[in-house]
């Protein structure tokens, strides 16, 4: 089954940027949905941003739509750009995939998951 990596984490303090990456491997198909999540936690894993060649990209929080920027690279890569940190944004941030062809953002759709990469902004 695919597998998912994420890379970029760390600590940055406010106001500062991070760039994650996020790389599916063993998987044939051509095109798949990649999102960003994150979790903090005792909250629920909170959708970010998903992207798929069809809709291009989709942001799931008004709090961050003007801060974060989806992209993608090849066919496998997906990047999370983010601007204008705040000690709020810190969190654990996972990338996933699904077998469905369209974006949600719900945790429930996806399939396959990586680890997660941390996040830390500090005041």
């Known amino acids: 089954q695919p597998q998912v990596v994420e890379s970029g984490g760390g600590l940055v303090q406010s106001g500062g940027s991070l760039r994650l990456s996020c790389v599916v491997s063993?998987?044939?198909?051509?095109?798949?949905?990649m999102a960003w999540f994150r979790q903090v936690p005792g909250k629920e894993r909170e959708g970010i941003a998903c992207f798929t060649g069809s809709e291009g990209a989709s942001y799931y929080e008004v709090d961050v739509r003007e801060r974060f920027t989806i992209s993608k690279g090849n066919r496998t890569t997906v990047y999370l750009q983010m601007d204008s940190l705040r000690p709020e944004d810190t969190a654990l941030y996972y990338c996933?995939?699904?077998?469905?062809?369209?974006?949600?953002?719900?945790?429930?759709?996806?399939?396959?998951w990586g680890q997660g990469t941390q996040v830390t902004v500090s005041a």
């Open positions: 996933a995939t699904t077998e469905r062809w369209t974006c949600s953002r719900a945790a429930m759709v996806y399939d396959y």
């Open positions: 063993g998987w044939e198909r051509e095109y798949f949905p």
